[in-house]
């Protein structure tokens, strides 16, 4: 069990169900010593009436005479008790009718004890001396025997019943004792690179609880100095390499200019303006993302259709992957108002256009499908590459973060993902990786919320090849 609200639960039920059932079991044994011992006051208090009725001159008296008081007095109770008087010297003096003639049990050394007579059951047997003769009285247990078994149905009944009852309240009471790690969990889990400032709150109980929520309280005070600090020098050093970048570059430049380089030496400037580029677009890429991350950038949000928005720039879709020898297969369902801007849309679509076209086979398919869900407008862009894991499509959108699942040299910068994670945050939207249909390739999505009520419109595919 990997609950912990399962195994609360559990020991729960354990122990409240063996509590029962050692409560039940001990007073299955003082109810069986009550009743045992109420039919042993009865044998006496039957003993105390035979003395009475065979009166003070009992010694003397004969068999008959004995036989005819004792038959007086035990006739009316001839269903609950057997009767038998033995003497040393004369045998057997007297049975009870109801013994048809057989002598009760006896047990050497014993005065109370359970015997069992045939055709009659099991009784409780009690042993009187009155000299010179030796009573035995016998009361039946059948009833006694069922109360017991009454009363162990009735315990099972319970215990049962007990168990399904703990249960539930084992399972209301993890929840309840949980919850507070509950909304730890959730709470932390919010807490990422781009939220750094919410907190766990605290209640005014102290407890253990509360002490781990003032720890996880207290490290990520320390992350986000920490962060702050490595936002704070990223910006810091990429604006200024910005200044040093410009000017290597217009020296290599100038040095083309000038003309007096050989072939080989240019070439070898021209890889160095190529690199330089690279380095002066991660720079850029760098300063957004400190930016965003600072909030220092509003967005110009305009409520528009969405579906004219993607036709616009259509073309230059098309022509990107046409380039690439792969098709486009677009697709827009509903109708709607979103608040976007499109610059930095587009920027994003053409992100993840461009990771997706690097790893499709030649002769591919990429899907570009808009459409309107309840409250938002979800784009989703599928591509039939080797596609991700399930842990990989977690970290894609963290800074740096490179796969290379064709085997091919990634020039990437490992940094485009995540400014698509930062532009669609600015949109108020959410962003995410999933395997594609079928577990092939890779579905990026992202939703922004709509404007307005969706109303489900035509569908408007499309597909596009180089052929």
Same mark, same amino acid.
């Given at each position: ?77 001839s269903?609950?008790?057997y009767?038998?008087i ?8 007297f ?6 003639g057989h ?11 359970n015997?069992?007579?045939?055709g009659?059951g ?12 030796d009573?035995?009285?016998?009361t039946?247990?059948?009833?006694a ?47 990422r690179?781009?939220? %750094?400032? $919410?907190?766990?709150? /605290?209640?005014?109980?102290? *407890?253990?609880?509360?002490? @781990?929520? =003032?720890?996880?309280? &207290? ?37 083309l200019?000038d ?12 890889v160095? %303006?190529? $690199?330089?580029?690279? /380095?002066?677009?991660?720079v *850029?890429e760098?300063?957004? @993302?400190? =930016?965003?991350e600072? &909030? ?15 036709q616009?720039?259509?073309q ?33 679509? %053409? ?21 309107f869900v ?19 499509c ?25 400014i ?16 594609g ?31």
């Amino acid at each position: 069990m990997k609950s912990i609200g399962a195994r609360i639960t559990f020991w729960f039920v354990l122990s409240s169900t063996l509590a029962l059932a050692c409560l039940f079991v001990a007073g299955y044994r003082l109810l069986q010593n009550y009743v045992i011992h109420d039919l042993d006051l009865l044998n006496a208090a039957e003993f105390q009436q035979i003395k009475a009725q065979l009166g003070s001159d009992y010694a003397s008296l004969n068999p008959e005479i004995i036989n005819e008081r004792i038959r007086q007095t035990t006739e009316y109770a001839s269903v609950l008790f057997y009767i038998s008087i033995d003497s040393p010297g004369h045998g057997n003096l007297f049975r009870s009718k109801n013994l048809a003639g057989h002598p009760l049990p006896d047990v050497k050394g014993r005065r109370v004890f359970n015997g069992n007579m045939p055709g009659i059951g099991e009784l409780r047997i009690a042993e009187f001396v009155l000299p010179p003769f030796d009573v035995s009285i016998g009361t039946p247990m059948g009833q006694a025997r069922r109360a017991m078994v009454a009363y162990t149905q009735v315990s099972l009944a319970l215990l049962l019943g007990m168990i399904l009852a703990s249960i539930l309240i084992g399972l209301g009471l993890s929840r309840l004792m949980l919850r507070p790690v509950r909304l730890i969990g959730e709470t932390a889990n919010r807490i990422r690179s781009d939220n %750094l400032t $919410e907190r766990i709150s /605290v209640s005014g109980i102290d *407890d253990e609880i509360s002490d @781990l929520a =003032r720890l996880l309280n &207290q490290m990520f005070d320390r992350l986000e100095s920490s962060f702050n600090q490595v936002r704070q020098f990223s910006a810091e050093v990429s604006h200024e390499l910005k200044t040093p970048l410009s000017l290597v570059r217009l020296h290599a430049e100038k040095l083309l200019v000038d003309g007096t380089l050989s072939q080989a030496q240019e070439e070898a400037v021209l890889v160095q %303006l190529e $690199e330089l580029a690279r /380095v002066n677009q991660m720079v *850029d890429e760098l300063l957004f @993302l400190s =930016r965003a991350e600072a &909030q220092g950038i509003s967005m110009n949000l305009v409520a528009q259709d969405p579906h004219r928005f993607l036709q616009n720039f259509e073309q230059d879709v098309c022509a990107l992957t046409e380039h690439q020898g792969c098709r486009l297969h677009y697709a827009h369902h509903g109708q709607g108002l979103v608040a976007f801007e499109e610059r930095w849309l587009r920027q994003v679509v %053409l992100n993840i256009l461009t990771n997706a076209l690097r790893v499709s086979p030649p002769g591919g398919v990429i899907a570009l499908r808009s459409e309107f869900v309840p409250r938002y407008w979800r784009v989703s862009i599928e591509d039939q590459g080797p596609g991700l894991t399930r842990e990989q499509c977690e970290r894609a959108f963290d800074r740096f973060v490179r796969f290379n699942p064709t085997g091919t040299e990634d020039r990437g910068s490992g940094l485009g993902l995540a400014i698509c994670r930062s532009i669609i945050q600015l949109h108020n939207g959410q962003i995410h990786a999933e395997p594609g249909t079928g577990g092939k390739g890779l579905r990026v999505v992202f939703e922004i919320p709509a404007s307005q009520q969706d109303v489900v419109g035509k569908t408007f595919p499309r597909t596009h090849s180089n052929t």
